[in-house]
């Protein structure tokens, strides 16, 4: 079993999180920073952006990916009343 520790902080609550982890893997300790922010766009809107860092704590190699997420602001398809919607015959 690989022991997995995590801490969560945030210097602004429902606006910031951070979430440190360590991890150790088959290339050693891992230290990974997952941080969340909800930015405010000139355009009026908000989208999340996600900057998570991977650092082997060996070597000191480090990686870092910028993800933003945008709302999706219509009904998911999945979730659409089809009720609505004629419903083809099935005894034809």
Known sequence: DR??????TSDS???HLKLTS????????ASIVDEKKL???ETGGTSLLQELTITN???GDSHTTLRYFVPYTD?????VDN??????DASK
């Open 39 to 41: 930015v405010q766009e």
């Open 75 to 79: 009904t998911p398809p999945h979730l």
């Open 83 to 88: 009720a609505d919607q004629d419903m083809p």
């Open 57 to 59: 704590v060996v070597t």
């Open 22 to 29: 360590s991890l150790l893997t088959v290339n050693g300790l």
């Open 3 to 8: 022991e997995k520790k995590t801490l969560e």
């Open 13 to 15: 609550w429902g606006q």
